[in-house]
C-alpha cells in the first residue's frame, strides 16, 4: 500500500520539479530547489543547505554539533483540522549511507526530535521527525480535535514517512536502499503502529519500551494515583518511602536468579511483598510502611483489576521500579508522588468524555475501558498478528528494562508471548521480531543495570546481512566511565553467569533459557 502511495507523491513531485543529479549541479542548489516542491497535502516551508557545525534547534538552548545537511521544513495537512510539522534533513549524496531513517517521540510531545535525528544523521541516514500535528506535551490538543488524536495516534508518522521517502528521493535521485524507524516510549508505540498498520514503510524497527497498549497503560496511571492518595488527593507515599520498597524488593529478589548483583532479572517473578515493611509497634515511621502504605504500594505492584470480576485488566508496576535513582523518572515520583493530579488524566478529560472537571474517582475500569478501546481505537496498537510485517521481510528489535514503571516490561513480554501465540510459536516470531530485556534498567535508559546499547547497529546487521541478533551487549556507567558489562537476551532467554569471571563483564555470561539456571554465586 505504502509504495503505491508513495509512487503517487513521487510523480506529483515530478510533475512539479524533477529530481536533479549529476556533477553539475550542487547539492546546495538541489537542496534550495526542494522547498519548490508540490506535493497533495503537503506544504515545504523552507529547504536549505546547513554548513557543518553548531546547529540550535528551535526553542533550545544547547546547539548540536552537525555534519553538513539539507534541511526541509514542511507540513502536512491529510485532514482540514491537521497541522503536522516534521522536518527532513538529508546528506550530501558523498555523506549519505543510502539509507532513511524516522525517529519516534516521547509522551505526547508535540516537538520534533531534533537529537535523535541528530544520531541519525551522525551516521549517515537522511532522516525525519514530526511534532505528530500538536505543539508541546498537553494532551488538551484533543479538544474538539478528533483528527489531532489521529494525527497523533498514528497518522502523523505514517505521512511523514512517506513524504520524507519522496523529498530524500528528489534530493538524491533516487529512493534510500532501506528504511528504518527508530523510537522509545511513545516512540516505541509508534514503531510498534507501523508495523501494524503500515508494515510497508519500513524494512527495519527499534521499539524502545513501547507504550503501544496505551488506552490500559493511561488507565494504569489513573490506578496507581487514585491508589496512591487519600480523597483530598494528598500523597500517600513519600519518595523515601518508595526509596525504602526498592532497597527491601531488591533485597528480598536480588539471588533469586542465581546471582547477587544488585538486580532483580525479572521483576514478575520477585515474591516481595510490602506488607514485609509494615511498621512494627513504637517503630519509627520513618523506617516503615504505615497500613495505608502498605495497601498504596500493594495495590500499584497488583495493577489494574476489574472490581467486579477481579480480572487483571493490566499490570502492575514491576517491584523494584519504585524509587531506584535520583530522578523523578526513577521510579513512581513523577506519577504519583510528585504529580498532583494523575498522569495523563487529560485523555479522559479532553478525549474521551469531553469534560474538564472530569474526576479520576468517577472512573469505572469495567465500564469505561470497554468505551474508551471502542472510542479511541487509534491511541493504540496492539494487533499480535505482524504477518504483512514479516512478509514483506521486516525485522523488529524491541527492548524493555524492567525496572520501568512508566511502560511496564511486563506488558511488553505479554504483547511478545502474545504476537508469538498469534504467528505460530517462538521460532516463527524470533525470525523477525525479538524483545531484549534489561535487569535494573528504567524507562528507555538509566537505572542501576546496563542501559546502554546499539539497538540500530543489530537491526543493520539483520536486515541488510541477514544476521539476527543473539544478543545486545549493553553497558552501565558511573560519571562516563563503564564499570559493567551485560549481554541483553532475546526473551524469553535471560543471561546466566557462567560461574567463572567477573560478574561486570558480559564474556562471563550466556544467554540461556530461563528454566536452565545451573550456576549460583553469591557475593559481587
Ligand atoms: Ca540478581
Known amino acids: 500500500m505504502k509504495r503505491r502511495m508513495a509512487a503517487g507523491l513521487l510523480m506529483a513531485g515530478i510533475l512539479a520539479w524533477a529530481p536533479i543529479t549529476g556533477p553539475s549541479v550542487s547539492a546546495g ?26 546547529f540550535s534547534p528551535p526553542g533550545s538552548q544547547a546547539p548540536i554539533s552537525l555534519p553538513a545537511f539539507c534541511r526541509v521544513e514542511a507540513t502536512a495537512r491529510p485532514t482540514s483540522d491537521s497541522e503536522i510539522k516534521f522536518e527532513v534533513w538529508i546528506p550530501p549524496v558523498e555523506a549519505w549511507n543510502g539509507k532513511f531513517q524516522g525517529v519516534g517521540n516521547g509522551g505526547y510531545q508535540g516537538s520534533i526530535s531534533y537529537p535523535a535525528m541528530a544520531a541519525a544523521l551522525r551516521r549517515g541516514y537522511a532522516t525525519a521527525s514530526t511534532d505528530t500535528g500538536h505543539t508541546g506535551d498537553d494532551v488538551k490538543f484533543g479538544q474538539g480535535h478528533p483528527e489531532k488524536v489521529i494525527d497523533y495516534g498514528w497518522r502523523a508518522i505514517h505521512v511523514m514517512t512517506d513524504t520524507a521517502k519522496v523529498i530524500v528521493h528528489n534530493a538524491q535521485g533516487r529512493f534510500a536502499d532501506k528504511s528504518y524507524f527508530v523510537g522509545c516510549s511513545a516512540g516505541g508505540h509508534q514503531a510498534m503502529s507501523e508495523a501494524q498498520r503500515f508494515p510497508d514503510d519500513y524494512d527495519g524497527i527499534v521499539a524502545g519500551a513501547p507504550a503501544n497498549n496505551r488506552i490500559r497503560q493511561t488507565f494504569a496511571f489513573m490506578w496507581s494515583w487514585a491508589a496512591t492518595h487519600n480523597a483530598d488527593g494528598t500523597p500517600i507515599l513519600s519518595a523515601s518511602k518508595l526509596a525504602l520498597v526498592t532497597k527491601a524488593a531488591v533485597a528480598a529478589c536480588d539471588a533469586h536468579d542465581t546471582l547477587k548483583d544488585g538486580l532483580i532479572e525479572d521483576p514478575r517473578k520477585c515474591g516481595f511483598d510490602a506488607a514485609s515493611l509494615a511498621c512494627k509497634p513504637g517503630a519509627d515511621e520513618s523506617t516503615c510502611l504505615t497500613p495505608p502504605q502498605v495497601e498504596a504500594v500493594k495495590k500499584v505492584h497488583d495493577g489494574v483489576k476489574n472490581p467486579r470480576t477481579g480480572e487483571q485488566l493490566f499490570t502492575g508496576w514491576p517491584k523494584g521500579s519504585e524509587n531506584f535513582g535520583d530522578a523523578a523518572i526513577q521510579g513512581w515520583r513523577q506519577y504519583i508522588t510528585d504529580s498532583r493530579e494523575p498522569s495523563r488524566v487529560g485523555v479522559f478529560k479532553y478525549f474521551l468524555f469531553h469534560d474538564p472537571n472530569w474526576d479520576v474517582r468517577s472512573l469505572d475500569y469495567e465500564r469505561d475501558l470497554a468505551y474508551a478501546e471502542q472510542r479511541l481505537p487509534h491511541l493504540h496498537a496492539v494487533n499480535r498478528d505482524l504477518t504483512p510485517f514479516k512478509k514483506r521481510g521486516g525485522k523488529l528489535i524491541a527492548y524493555a528494562g524492567w525496572m520501568d514503571p512508566v511502560v511496564p516490561p511486563q506488558d511488553t513480554a505479554a504483547y511478545y508471548e502474545g504476537v508469538a501465540k498469534t504467528m505460530g510459536g517462538l521460532d516463527k516470531t524470533r525470525d523477525f521480531y525479538r524483545l531484549f530485556t534489561a535487569p535494573g534498567m528504567g524507562h528507555c535508559s538509566g537505572g542501576p543495570g546496563p542501559n546502554q546499547f546499539d539497538a ?3 537491526l543493520e546487521q539483520w536486515v541488510e546481512k541477514g544476521v539476527a541478533p543473539d544478543k545486545l551487549i549493553a553497558t552501565h556507567s558511573i560519571n562516563g566511565v563503564v564499570d559493567r558489562t551485560r549481554p541483553l537476551c532475546p526473551y524469553p532467554q535471560v543471561a546466566r553467569y557462567k560461574g567463572a569471571g567477573s560478574i561486570d563483564e558480559a564474556a562471563s555470561f550466556a544467554c540461556v533459557a530461563p528454566e536452565a539456571a545451573p550456576v549460583r554465586r553469591t557475593s559481587r
Open 29 to 54: 542548489t538541489a537542496c534550495a530547489n526542494l522547498a519548490a516542491l508540490t506535493i497533495p497535502n503537503i506544504t515545504v516551508n523552507a529547504s536549505a543547505l546547513m554548513a557543518a557545525g553548531p
Open 456 to 458: 540500530v547497529t543489530a
